[in-house]
Structures are given as structure tokens and as C-alpha cells.
């Protein structure tokens, strides 16, 4: 924390007072006039531009952090102590928030608000089971089998599909398409009326990520990738990290992020082998470590998050040295639906703006 500077003129602690002297001849006392009336213009003027610059400064530094990963808000309460494990925004301060719990929260400007549980009976079996995009579509999907919709400020009766077994992530691209993977690795599409039979894909997936309804890539126990019809089987390229999450912004260019602090690319052919950018104490139990989150709005711009309160930035070349926005807490999730806007959320119930 920075100390304020002590205002000019004023005594320090213990300061001694001055004895008093003898009076002084009329010379010396005009000169002392005149020094007293220049120590007076100094007590109640500044040098241009400090004054400012110092109270722009502490100010900033109170309530913003600023780093290679760009300048963020102070946390934003949403839910004391809640473990927030979602954000997905459809655009700049339109944000839904979801909790271990099943709780929804949505996010407008620094305001937060509750949404309350899609579904009667929550029971998350992922962490990725809030998808929104477009116009404020939002889908939730945090049970074993059923899918909530949206409705302005409430949740819409839920659809249940029969044949899942415990939803693990959820996507959507609007209205007409939205796609599950569950546990066992069943994998169901929305066409904006119904949901389809069990596509099948290959395993749980921690998140999925659609750029449109005939490209998805999953992250799975490997990537795999949604032709629109069918998912490829998974690669084993990762053998030292679990994939923690994906972001694809063109069918040319993902991002998938690792629990051993590393990125892995698509090229629009193929990821690349997992490069390290973050280096971090592993964490044990439930708690994902390394690289939580990823959210890619264009293929040059990304921001990572991490279980020690970083964001990293990608600018089409390389990833920066780590921001830390929130000292003592995991950051689980990222959603920038723009490369002006991005939101970020942690275990304790807050979130972070970057605008």
C-alpha cells in the first residue's frame, strides 16, 4: 500500500516547537516578510501537473491494477465467500456468473445481481455448464440431464434430455444451436426447437468452445474437434497437464490452456506441443491448477487466467509475463467477448473487470 505524502506545512510527529526570538530591526523584518509570503504561495500551490498526477496515481492504485495483461477493476463482490466457477458474456457488461452450487449471478456495468438456479434441483457436474451468446441467449445446463434457457431476468422451464448422464460443459452460438457433452462422453446438439440423439463424442470435456455450429473444439482428456456432424477421437499431445479449458475465435485459431501452466495453438490443422507460460505451485484436490481459463475474442488477442490470482495476455505473437489481479485467490474463469472487455471470476464469490 502507498503512503499518502504529508500535506505541505504541515508538523510532523515530535516536531519541536521554534522558542520564541527577539524581535527583529525593520530591515530584517521586511525581509522575513516577504520570504513568509513566498513559503505561503508554496503551501497553497503545487508544481504543474504533480499534484494531479500524484492523486490520479494513488487513486489508481487503490482501485485498479494495471500490468502487461492491461488495467483491471478492483474486485467486484457478487457472492461473499461463493466459489464461482463461470462467467460467459455475450457482450461488454452483459456477463452471467455461475457457482460450484448451481447459482447464477448476472453481471451489468460493476453491479451484480442474483439470477437464482436454472434448474430446481442444481448439481453441477462440471464447471463450464453456462454458455451465452448473441443477444443475451444464455443456456444452463448444471445437473445430470437437464437445459435451462434464459428468459430476460429468469430461468425458463428446463428441457430434459433423456439419454445424458451427467453434463460435464455446455456451448452455444445463439439461439439455434447449442451443444452438451456429458461424463460419459454422450454428446447432444439444440437446433433452436429440440435436442438431438446422442452424437457421441469421447469423454468428459472440462469446456467446449463453437465458432459455429459445424466447428467446436472440446477439451477433453485431448483435443477434439466438431465437424458439425460427428467429433474427431482425442489426441494424446498433453502428457504432462490436464486441458482446463478452450477458446477457439476462427476455425483457424484455438487456444487450450493446461493445469501444468502451458498453451497449446491450432493452426486450423493441428495444436501445436504445450508451451509454458505460467510457473505456479501445483495445487491438490478438486482445485484445478495452472492455467484455469482461456477467452479468445480474435486470433490476436487472448487473456489466460491462473490458481494464484494472474491473467497473461496474448497479442498475436507473444504472451506476457503475468498480471496478478487477485493476491490470494484462484481465478477460474475469463470471458472476453471483445478485446475492450473482458471479465474475470474467483473462488471467493468476485469479479474482475478489464475494460
Excluded at 451468446?133 to 444464455?138: E, L, P, Q, V, Y
Amino acid at each position: 500500500m502507498v503512503t499518502s505524502p504529508r500535506p505541505r506545512g504541515e508538523r510532523p510527529p515530535g516536531s519541536h516547537v521554534v522558542p520564541k526570538q527577539k524581535r527583529a530591526g525593520p530591515i530584517t523584518a521586511a525581509v522575513a516578510a516577504v520570504a513568509l509570503l513566498f513559503l505561503a504561495a508554496g503551501c497553497s500551490s503545487q508544481s504543474p501537473g504533480k499534484s494531479s498526477a500524484d492523486t490520479t496515481t494513488t487513486r489508481a492504485a487503490t482501485t485498479t491494477t494495471v500490468g502487461p495483461a492491461g488495467t483491471w477493476s478492483k474486485a467486484i463482490s457478487v457472492a461473499a465467500n461463493t466459489d464461482l466457477s463461470v462467467v460467459t458474456c455475450s457482450a461488454p457488461s452483459s456477463c452471467v456468473m455461475g457457482s460450484t452450487t448451481g447459482q447464477t449471478y448476472r453481471l451489468f456495468l460493476d453491479k451484480a445481481s442474483a439470477l437464482g438456479t436454472p434448474v430446481p434441483s442444481p448439481s453441477p457436474q462440471g464447471v463450464a455448464y453456462v454458455s451465452c451468446a448473441g443477444s443475451g441467449f444464455c443456456a444452463a445446463a448444471p445437473n445430470l440431464n437437464q437445459v435451462a434457457f434464459l428468459s430476460g431476468s429468469s430461468w425458463q422451464a428446463p428441457a430434459t434430455i433423456s439419454a445424458a448422464q451427467g453434463i460435464t460443459a455446455i456451448e452455444c452460438t445463439g439461439p439455434t444451436f447449442c451443444i452438451t457433452i456429458d461424463g460419459e462422453g454422450n454428446s447432444f446438439a439444440y437446433n433452436g426447437s429440440s435436442w438431438s440423439g446422442n452424437i457421441g463424442a469421447w469423454g468428459a470435456a472440462n469446456q467446449i468452445s463453437c465458432v459455429s455450429p459445424s466447428f467446436c473444439v472440446a477439451a477433453e482428456g485431448g483435443p477434439s474437434v466438431f465437424n458439425g456432424s460427428t467429433w474427431t477421437q482425442p489426441g494424446d499431445i498433453d502428457s504432462q497437464g490436464q486441458l482446463n479449458s478452450v477458446s477457439c475465435a476462427s476455425t483457424a485459431f484455438c487456444v487450450i490452456v493446461d493445469s501444468n501452466g502451458a498453451v497449446l495453438t491450432w493452426n486450423g490443422t493441428s495444436f501445436s506441443a504445450p508451451a509454458s507460460i505460467a510457473t505456479e505451485p501445483p495445487l491438490t484436490g478438486t482445485n484445478a491448477s495452472g492455467l484455469t481459463a482461456v477467452s479468445c475474442p480474435t486470433a490476436t488477442f487472448c487473456r489466460a487466467v491462473d490458481s494464484i490470482g494472474r491473467v497473461f495476455a496474448w497479442n498475436g505473437a507473444t504472451w506476457s509475463a503475468g498480471t496478478e489481479i487477485d493476491n490470494g485467490h484462484a481465478l477460474t474463469s475469463i470471458s472476453c467477448p471483445t478485446v475492450s472487455y473482458c471479465v474475470a471470476v474467483d473462488r471467493a464469490g468476485n469479479a474482475f473487470v478489464s475494460s
